[in-house]
């Protein structure tokens, strides 16, 4: 069974930015899209940011033009680059293939407040 471990998240404040990483234990990347989601309190989760297993991004508009998705297949990690951080994107960040598949890992919990 695949596992994934996401880290990277943190306190920040608006306007700063974060690296959000998740670890996979299998070498999933090439097979399928893999996904970044995220989850605010009281709202449901929501897909943000794709790679497809040919490695083509697509993005939700609420973080187009200031995330960036990108994998390293060597290590099973995908990466999350969160630029220009606001308040409304505090949320718990899980990954997952897309659409998903896999058990949900812990998520990272990504707070921005000054």
């Known amino acids: 069974q695949v596992q994934l471990v996401e880290s990277g998240g943190g306190l920040v404040q608006p306007g700063g930015s974060l690296r959000l990483s998740c670890a996979a234990s299998g070498s999933i990347f090439s097979i399928h899209a893999m996904g970044w989601y995220r989850q605010a309190p009281g709202k449901q989760r929501e897909l943000v940011a794709l790679?497809?297993?040919?490695?083509?991004?697509n993005y939700a508009d609420s973080v187009k033009g200031r995330s960036t998705i990108s994998r390293d297949n060597a290590k099973n990690t995908v990466y999350l680059q969160m630029n220009s951080l606001k308040p409304e994107d505090t949320a718990v960040y899980y990954c997952n293939a897309v659409p998903e598949r896999y058990p949900w890992g812990q998520g990272t919990q990504v707070t921005v407040s000054s």
């Open positions: 790679m497809t297993n040919v490695g083509i991004p």
